[in-house]
Structure formats: C-alpha cells, structure tokens
C-alpha cells in the first residue's frame, strides 16, 4: 500500500485512516465544522464548471471560424483540438503533481494557465497563436480531479458524496450553461469577449479559491515522474490526433495509420517503464485492478454518450426548416434548449447521494447509463420539435448526472488516498477520450450522412438518428462493463474504518498495510454520503439527518474480552436484511435501522458459537444498546515467553501455530509482559514454535483434545535461549591490524562462520548458540585458538598473527 505523508498533522482529514477516531461533536462544534468547509463545495464546483466552460465556449462560432481566423476550414478544427489534447495529457499529469505537492496549489496553477491562455486568444486572430491559447485553456482541465481530491481530504463524509457528484458532474454542466451564454456574447458582441469573459472567470475561481479552499495536508510519497509524463504524453497525442483528425486526413491515410502505430508502440513502452520505475506517474497494476479497469472503459462510453447530444441537436435545432426536418431557431434559442442538460446534471447531484448511500455507486452507475440509454432510444423519433428537444436534454443530462457523479466513487473506492489525484485524473482522461472518439465518429456519420443545402452539406435526419443509435450501443457496452463491476457490501456502521484507526499500532499516524481493505470500505462509505468517522458520529449524523438511529454495542467473548472482525447482522421481522457490518478492535460496532420495529441481531466470528438476539428499536432517533456474547468453540491456548540473560520477556516474540502438515494455521505477537494466547483452534495436533530477535527459537509439539488441552497444565510457558556473539581485531607486527586476513569459525570441526577482515582488521560472528568453538585466521602464518562462550554474552577476541598462539589475547568476556 502506498502510504501517505503530511506536512503537518491534520486537525480532520477524511483520509487519515491511522488517527484514532474522533470524539462526538457537540452541536455548536458541529455547526463551527460545517460553518468551516461551508463554501468548499461551491467555490470547487464553480473552479470546475469554470474550467469545463472552455470545451463549448466555441461551439456557436464553431462554422465561421475559418472566416474569423482567415485560414482554411480543416486548419481552423485545430482550435477545437488543441484544447481537446491539451485536457486529455493534462488530467493524470495534473491529478499527479496535486498528489505529491499539494492538490489546492496544482488547482490554482490550472487556473492561472487557463487565465493566461484565455488572454491570449483574446487579443489575436492569428490562427498559430490562437491554438497555443486554446492549448493552454484546455490544460485546466486538470482542476477537475484535483477538485475531487480536494474534496476527499478536506470534507466530512456525511457530504462528501453529492459534494463529489457535483464536481464530477460540472464537466457538463459548465459545457450545457455555456451553449447559451456563448450563442448570446457570440450574437451581439465581438468573439473576443468570449475570451476575456473566461478570463474574468477564471481570475474570479482563483480568488474564491484562494478565500476559501484550505491546502490539504495529504501527500504521496516519492518524486514526480517526468519521463512517464513524456512518454504519456506523446502517447496519448498520437492516438488522439488521429481520432479527431481522422475524418479530415481519411482513416485509411498513411498519416492516420501511422501515428495510430506510433500510439500503440509509444503507449507500450511507456507501459513497460511505469511498472519497472518505483514512482511511477500512473500505477498500472493498480489501474488494472477490476474495479478500477472496468470503472475506466465504462467512463469512455458514458463519454461517447455526453458528447454526442451536443453535436446532434444543436446543428438540428438550426437548421433551416426547408431542410424538411431543420427546427430553424436561432443559436441562442438552440443553446437554451441544450441548456437543461448541464442543469439536470446538477440538480441530480443529490439525488445520487441517496441512491448511492443505500445501493452503492455501482447502482446508480447503472441506473444512470440506463437513463442515458432510454433518453437516446426515445430521442431517435423525438426531434420534430424544440420541445421535444428539451424532453431529450433533461433525461439524458438526469442519467450522465448520475454516471459522472458515480464514477469518482468508485475510482476512490478503489486506491490508496493519496493516489486520488492521479486515479481521478486518469478517469477524467478516459472520458476525454470517450468524448474524442464521439466527435470522430459521429462527426463521420453525420459528414457522410449529408445532402446540399445551396452551397454547403448539412447532416439528414437519417444522420441524426444513426448517431443517436451509436451513442445508444455506446451505453449499452457501458452498462455491459458495469455490470462486472464489483459489488461492494453496503456498509451499515463505521467497523471498517475504526478497524483502519486501530491499525495504527505504531503511533505514526499511518495505517498499517492490513488497514488498506478496511479504509477502502470506509471510502465507500463516504462515496455514499455516509460520516465513517466512528461509532457516535455515525448514529449522531443518522439522528440529525431523518431521525433514524439503531443499535450499537460490542461482540465480546465468554471472557469479557473483544471479538475483533466479528460479523454483526441486523435482521427484520420479514427475514430481510436490513443492516451488516463487522466489529472494530475493541468489539464496538454500530448499525442503523430503517425504522422502529422488533429485529433479530447476530453475531458470527470463526472459531466462535454465532448468538442471536430479539431486540426492540423504538424509533425517533433513540439507540438501542446490545452486547453479543460469542463463545470460543475450539480449544484455548496461551502462555508465557521469556528470555534474556535475566529471564525478562523479550519484546516482540513471536507464536506461530503450524498443523501436522506444516502448514501456518495462526499466529500472535506477545505482549510487554511476555504473555500470549490464541482461541479456537480445533482439536488435532499442532506445533507451536517460539521467536524473537536475539534468541533461539524453540518448537513444542501440543495436541489439543477439546477439554482444555496443554493450556490447562501451564506448560506454554517458554524460556528462549539468546544467542551470543564473538567480535575482535586481528593485529599483526607491531599491534598493527591486519587487513584481507580470512577468519574462520568452526565448532566440531564444522564451519558455522567465515569473513575477511577489513583495513581495521575487525570481524564479528553473531548469532550463535553453542558454546565451544574453534577460532581460525589464515592468509598470514596460521593461527588457532579455542574458545568458549557464555550464552547471551558478547565475546571479544583480538588475535595477534605476529606471535605464537599462546600470546593470544581474549578481552572483555572471558574465553
């Protein structure tokens, strides 16, 4: 797992799964804590609507830019390229650097590029320096993951869910809200003032930022990857500029082709490099994971079906009615009835919020892209009339709502903390890649599927109505894809994360490796708009939310102790499930009902009797308070470790329980004291072998009967024996040390030890547990000496090669 560095110890960070959980919150801190992050979510989702704005701000002007720019028709398409490419090789890039030098400071670097390239198209109508401009503005691009990041690190869990919706969903709604806005400045205002309008934007988004969005003090470790950044970025330039540019060069051209070869080739290399190099920009083996691959192909398709509405109806809604199918409105009306597509994605924000909290993300994922699907399938015979339009927008915006807002869920769900940048990052790349492949392909379809009108070729309704049949085969993959998703078990308490809390055993702030399973099931919870901070502030934020609490309590066994990971289930009268969740290190666990009635609670865990109890939730927000009582069914084994020269318990010492076939069973560590025990293990015989750093290791064989066993007779209590060491300097003429001089170590004859000695003439052999051994140096006059020594003891003998071996000198541990 990848472990997560901070500048300085965060007060509240929803990633620190290795800080011990927080107590609850009274309600004038809870008011201060909201009050706190009160302004995150806008000021973010404007950062990201402002920056999705530059993807249609163009659209209007799209067919006179030729004649504005003065150039030819294919080399003004570049415009609209570059920031297409620009965005695409930025997103993972950007989500990187966010990840290792701080999300907030990459977010207003994006912003500041997008100021600056705004400017510059602003004031030239050179078509060169209007692509740089345009590349600049699309590589702002990047402020959408990190804004997801942002908001994974700094919100409380109760919001992070619709918070991260309407940032993932502010892609469309800045393109939707700027058909109209740009038709209107387009219509009644010089070009220009499309530029400096987004400049203004962006100057604003920064400022707010600056006002309002804390750094957050979550890192990745390592360096940023330039070459990987290189690799994937030429990669991704040359399978990109082919899709978009394919239809103009011709996809069977010798220039298409072989930049598609030099992509695979490229992407390939790249490839191979990320998974050699320790810090690579994007974790391939992680990106490979099935929740994580599969999140990402469907993200493509969802895509193909946002980008293919806006390219459809608003070439329909202007076309001239003597076409026989054109609705003939002007650009301003056709953005307005565009325009619900963006809105509809954001008013859906909350809507996934609830969906997800009680199915999960891969539910409304789902439902989302079935949404899609419907829109597309009724919108190819719904287009004879602008209201008709509408109808179209609002159920194909209501189900990319729902897609977009799930996608980040599950990418977060599925990678360490501080890879969230990055993940999102490369997420957000395969939607451009979605979207890229939409414009290439539909843009074929509706280029050949044309009929002249005067002195140009408009698209038919056959067209139309083909590409809205691509966008729905697109979906129907997607929901294909999806469905191979995993299906994560819907979190009824905060088990999981108070798991990952404990696990920080070594007081440095960070989760264990084992913790990594447990956070991601407590990122799910916030991905479904549930608090996963702990017991109290789980049933505190269930109460205040809808006035529903439940039970909590601890699963404890027969001796009071805890049954850490025990599996807790609530049950109705109906013999439906209504709750699951494990309990933490301390047996605690909390579940919410659904509402007042009489339930069933069971608790399991392995190697102990499952209890099942009839208990009453009277609803209004009260907590029933159940203990489960679970038994030990196999038979207990525990005991003592010592060591040392005095008998004291060695730190550390490990018990590891092997069966008749050599096989691992369980294992334990000891405590300060030396005492150890292991419950539950099945009658049979068993071998228990005992360690710790210093000491010999000692193996007993235990045969356990069901009755007590060995545990019973008190003979687990284990005296380990330390091992002992022998040091010295071998010294020639003069008490000179003797460089290069081969010692060896042999006890009975045998070799147990051999080094050559330094230009200090030292050596050392440690680790040993006899006690007569035979000490030998060559490569000079050969010398001998025999030596004993005491256990735990550490032994120095210099030898001396210029004398005879009786002048041989033991010092400082007898001999």
């Not at 009071?560 to 807790?568: D, F, I, K, T």
């Amino acid at each position: 797992m990848t472990q997560t560095t901070t500048d300085q110890p965060p007060a509240r960070s929803a990633d620190s799964a290795g800080a011990p959980p927080s107590p609850p919150r009274s309600g004038g801190e809870r008011h201060r804590h909201r009050r706190k992050h009160a302004g995150i979510v806008p000021v973010l989702a404007f950062a990201g609507i402002v920056v999705a704005v530059m993807q249609t701000l163009l659209v209007p002007v799209i067919k006179d830019l030729p004649t504005l720019l003065g150039t030819a028709p294919s080399n003004a398409t570049w415009v609209m390229t570059a920031t297409l490419l620009a965005g695409a090789v930025a997103t993972p890039i950007m989500g990187r650097l966010g990840d290792l030098y701080g999300k907030r400071r990459m977010l207003l670097a994006s912003l500041a590029v997008m100021v600056v390239g705004s400017l510059i198209c602003g004031f030239t109508s050179q078509l060169v320096i209007m692509i740089v401009g345009r590349a600049l503005q699309g590589f702002a691009m990047g402020a959408i993951p990190l804004g997801i990041g942002l908001m994974r690190d700094e919100l409380p869990r109760e919001r992070l869910g619709s918070a991260m919706a309407l940032m993932s969903s502010s892609i469309g709604v800045g393109g939707g809200l700027a058909l109209p806005v740009a038709a209107l400045v387009a219509q009644h205002a010089d070009w220009h003032t499309l530029f400096f309008t987004a400049a203004g934007l962006g100057v604003l988004s920064i400022l707010l930022t600056l006002l309002v969005v804390p750094e957050t003090p979550v890192r990745a470790p390592g360096r940023f990857d330039v070459a990987g950044a290189l690799g994937l970025s030429a990669g991704l330039v040359a399978l990109l500029l082919p899709i978009t540019k394919g239809s103009d060069w011709g996809w069977g051209s010798p220039r298409t082709l072989g930049l598609f070869g030099a992509a695979v080739l490229i992407l390939a290399l790249w490839g191979v490099m990320e998974l050699r190099i320790a810090d690579p920009l994007v974790d391939l083996r992680t990106s490979a994971r099935r929740e994580v691959l599969l999140t990402n192909l469907t993200s493509i398709t969802v895509g193909v079906a946002f980008y293919a509405i806006s390219l459809v109806l608003p070439q329909l809604l202007q076309l001239p009615t003597s076409t026989g199918y054109g609705l003939g409105r002007s650009m301003v009306v056709a953005g307005l009835c565009v325009a619900p597509l963006g809105l509809t994605m954001m008013l859906v924000a909350p809507v996934y919020a609830r969906i997800a909290a009680r199915r999960g993300p891969k539910v409304s994922l789902l439902l989302g892209m079935l949404v899609i699907g419907i829109g597309y399938g009724a919108g190819i015979g719904l287009m004879q009339a602008p209201w008709q339009t509408v109808i179209i927008s609002v159920v194909v915006g209501a189900g990319i709502g729902l897609a977009y807002s799930s996608l980040p869920a599950l990418i977060i769900g599925a990678v360490d903390p501080s890879e969230t940048g990055a993940a999102n990052g490369l997420n957000t790349l395969m939607r451009s890649i979605g979207t890229s492949v939409s414009s290439a392909v539909i843009g074929m379809v509706l280029a050949h599927m044309s009929q002249p009108l005067g002195q140009v070729a408009v698209p038919t309704m056959a067209g139309f109505r083909l590409s809205f049949l691509i966008a729905t085969a697109a979906v129907a993959l997607g929901v294909l894809m999806a469905a191979f998703l995993p299906s994560p078990r819907k979190p009824a308490g905060p088990g999981a994360t108070l798991r990952a809390q404990d696990a920080d055993n070594d007081g440095t702030g960070e989760a264990a490796p084992e913790a990594r399973a447990l956070d991601t099931a407590a990122d799910l919870d916030a991905a479904a708009g549930l608090d996963a901070v702990g017991t109290d502030q789980l049933l505190e934020a269930a109460v205040g939310s809808d006035g529903s609490a439940g039970f909590r309590g601890r699963v404890v066994d027969a001796a009071g102790g805890p049954v850490a990971g025990a599996a807790v289930t609530l049950i109705d009268r109906h013999g439906q499930q209504s709750g699951v969740t494990t309990a933490a290190a301390d047996g605690s666990y909390a579940l919410t009902a659904p509402a007042a009635g009489t339930y069933v609670l069971t608790g399991a865990a392995p190697g102990h009797t499952p209890q099942a109890l009839s208990t009453t939730y009277y609803g209004e927000g009260t907590v029933a308070e159940t203990d489960l009582v679970l038994t030990a069914t196999g038979s207990p084994l525990r005991g003592t470790v010592l060591g040392g020269p005095d008998g004291t318990a060695p730190a550390g010492a490990s018990v590891v329980v092997t069966d008749a076939r050599g096989d691992v069973v369980t294992g334990t560590a000891t405590d300060a004291a030396g005492r150890w025990s292991l419950a539950g293990l099945p009658e049979g015989d068993y071998t228990l072998v005992f360690s710790a750093v210093g000491h010999q290791p000692q193996a007993r064989a235990v045969q356990l009967d069901g009755a007590g066993g060995p545990a019973a007779q008190g003979v687990q209590e284990v005296r380990l024996l330390p091992t002992t060491a022998v040091r010295g300097t071998v010294r020639g003429s003069q008490g000179r040390p003797l460089a290069d001089a081969a010692v060896t170590l042999l006890a009975d004859g045998t070799v147990v030890g051999h080094t050559v000695t330094g230009a200090d003439g030292a050596y050392a052999f440690a680790d040993l547990s006899g006690r007569h051994y035979t000490l030998a140096a060559a490569g000079y006059p050969p010398h001998a000496v025999p030596i004993s020594v005491t256990a735990g003891a550490d032994e120095r003998l210099d030898l001396d090669l210029s004398q005879s071996s009786e002048s041989s000198r033991p010092s400082g541990g007898g001999s």
